[in-house]
């Protein structure tokens, strides 16, 4: 079991930056990979950003390119995902993921969510 507790989220002006953080708890070591994904009124979730657990690779979608950045600091267990030049559109709940190994196969895990809005 993984557990994840966001944090973060908050109002801010378009242009303005925000920085969302997410620990994980429990079966930290079997975390492959995570990421971020967001829902906006009226839409299916998205994938915002990704990251693996060991190595650098990251992908993230078009929309976010060149404004957002993941990371991560494994001794921490934590990831954050740094939002700059923010836009009205990228308002919606943003939620943390993980995905893990197990015996069984993989699994994923999700944080509760925590708001973003983006005023114009």
């Known amino acids: 079991q993984v557990q994840l507790v966001e944090s973060g989220g908050g109002l801010v002006q378009a242009g303005g930056s925000l920085r969302l953080s997410c620990t994980a708890s429990?079966?930290?070591?079997?975390?492959?990979?995570m990421g971020w994904y967001r829902q906006a009124p009226g839409k299916q979730r998205e994938l915002v950003a990704g990251?693996?657990?060991?190595?650098?690779?990251?992908n993230y979608a078009d929309s976010v390119k060149g404004r957002f950045t993941i990371s991560r600091d494994n001794a921490k267990s934590t990831w954050y995902l740094q939002m700059n030049s923010l836009r009205p559109e990228d308002t919606a709940v943003y939620y943390c993921?993980?995905?893990?190994?197990?015996?069984?196969?993989?699994?994923?895990?999700w944080g509760q969510g925590t708001q973003v809005t983006v005023s114009s």
């Open positions: 993921t993980a995905r893990s190994s197990s015996t069984t196969g993989y699994f994923s895990s």
């Open positions: 990251i693996a657990s060991s190595g650098g690779s990251t």
């Open positions: 429990g079966s930290i070591f079997s975390i492959k990979q």
